[in-house]
């Protein structure tokens, strides 16, 4: 019997399912609900919703390894994993115009001088091109309008009946076999609602916390000649920890303050005009904690304990706080050795991770010395993950449910689209 499948969502991740289940023959109805526009009206400053979805229209850089972008080995494996990432990165090169514009950075191997302390993630990155993603995004449009999939634009989902398979668009009901909910970050808030409504089940999270470390970009050179923006890692797997230099910025770097419920915390951004360059690096230096039971509770509690006269802190043996890229000091008590002992307290024994992480950087950056500084806390609050089954991503509460992109754990166009194609290869069975 054919089958009537509804995809709430035609980002990346929607629009690559469908694609899958056009390429395969599927004989069944595919709708796609969207409460953006399509690929013709959609405006190119409408960064969020439409055809393409976020990144697919604005961006397009597709990152190419699996421990970028969110999580999809852990579904089905290393191996699996990439020739799904592959299958997107086809699908953009099939409706590009001009395909051998698509230019792959393929970086160096990891270099010696950081071993053994560090591990470097180096992956390569496809570059569609944003000139090009408008055009893509009509083609693609095209071939599925032409394969039979019947869009309904500027129509927002407003509730699901996960027990009697209806969509809801206000009165409007849609009844649907399969449901795939790609609704991205533009839905996060709608998933969460159904999560809470439905009591799904969810995925235990990892706590991730850690400072914003800070110095003089000339220390680091050498790794920024290698790769601009470094991500260095190390593991503890016997003791559930892991660490990774996040979201690193060099030449015009600075500091951020993030308000997050009440509390201060840290991140980084960098200038693009000459007139802002400064000469120094910043990244968080950032714990993934896992086995902590009530990791939201468990991190709002340190980043509270770790906020002084309503803002954060920072160390240094021998800096001060710089100034933002406004030229005003970031917000911070500066605090000495004595009170960074109690910090490490706040941290509940896992603050030896980064004073090791620190260390290491010294040896291996032998002019770092104590030319240093951090911002405490820096944190990422991870939203509640849908526990899905990993053979097809159906929710373990409603197997006609799948979940894919960033409304599940995504964090990327090529980790999105592969696990909208993954749903549709479970469908074509
Ligand atoms: C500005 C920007 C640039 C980015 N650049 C990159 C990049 O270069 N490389 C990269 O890998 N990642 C990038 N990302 C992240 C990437 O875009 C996302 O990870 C990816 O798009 C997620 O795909 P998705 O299909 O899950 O959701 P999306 O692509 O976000 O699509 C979700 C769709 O669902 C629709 N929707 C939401 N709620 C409803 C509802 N209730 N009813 C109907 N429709 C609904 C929206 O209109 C939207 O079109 C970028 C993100 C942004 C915002």
């Known amino acids: 019997m054919s089958k009537n499948v509804v995809i709430i969502g035609a980002g990346v991740a929607g629009v690559n399912a469908a694609t899958k289940l056009i390429d395969n023959q599927f004989d069944g109805q595919i709708t796609i609900i969207d409460m953006g526009k399509d690929p013709y009206k959609r405006p190119y400053e409408e960064v969020m919703t439409g055809f393409l979805g976020a990144g697919g229209w604005s961006d397009g850089k597709l990152t190419y390894h699996t421990s970028i972008g969110g999580q999809l080995a852990k579904y089905c494996g290393e191996e699996k994993a990439m020739e799904l990432m592959d299958q997107v990165i086809e699908n953009f090169k099939r409706f590009h115009p001009k395909p051998e514009a698509v230019q792959c950075s393929n970086p160096i191997e990891e270099p010696d001088f950081i071993k053994p302390y560090f591990g470097l993630r180096l992956f390569p990155v496809w570059h569609v091109g944003t000139d090009y993603l408008h055009e893509i995004g009509k083609n693609w449009f095209n071939f599925l309008v032409e394969g039979g999939v019947d869009f309904k634009w500027e129509t927002k989902v407003t509730d699901i009946d996960f027990e009697k398979n209806i969509v809801y668009i206000g009165d409007e009901k849609i009844l649907y076999d399969e449901l795939i909910f790609g609704v991205g970050k533009s839905g996060i808030d709608f998933g969460k609602k159904l999560a809470e409504k439905y009591e799904l089940p969810t995925e235990p999270k990892s706590v991730q916390i850690g400072v914003r470390f800070e110095a003089p970009q000339e220390h680091f050179q050498k790794l920024i000649d290698v790769s601009y923006d470094f991500k260095l ?54 714990m993934e904690i896992n086995g902590i039971d009530k990791p939201f509770d468990w991190s709002r509690n340190v980043v509270q304990s770790v906020n002084k006269n309503g803002t954060g802190l920072y160390y240094s043996p021998t800096r001060k706080p710089s100034t933002t890229s406004e030229g005003v000091d970031v917000s911070a008590v500066q605090i000495n050795e004595d009170d960074l002992k109690q910090v490490r307290e706040e941290f509940r024994g896992y603050f030896k991770y980064i004073d090791g992480f620190i260390d290491d950087m010294k040896k291996v950056f032998p002019t770092l010395k104590d030319d240093w500084g951090i911002y405490v806390p820096e944190v990422k609050y991870l939203s509640p993950e849908p526990l899905v089954n990993y053979n097809n991503l159906s929710l373990t509460k409603y197997e006609q449910v799948y979940f894919v992109g960033d409304a599940l754990s995504a964090r990327g166009i090529t980790v999105s689209g592969a696990q909208g194609i993954y749903v549709a290869e479970k469908l074509i069975g």
């Open 233 to 286: 890692y190390r593991k503890f797997d016997d003791e559930g920890v892991s660490l990774r230099s996040f979201c690193t910025n060099n030449n015009a770097a600075y500091v951020a303050v993030e308000e997050t419920y009440g509390d201060h915390s840290y991140n980084g951004h960098a200038k693009k005009d000459e007139a802002y360059r400064n000469n120094m690096t910043n990244f968080g230096i950032l």
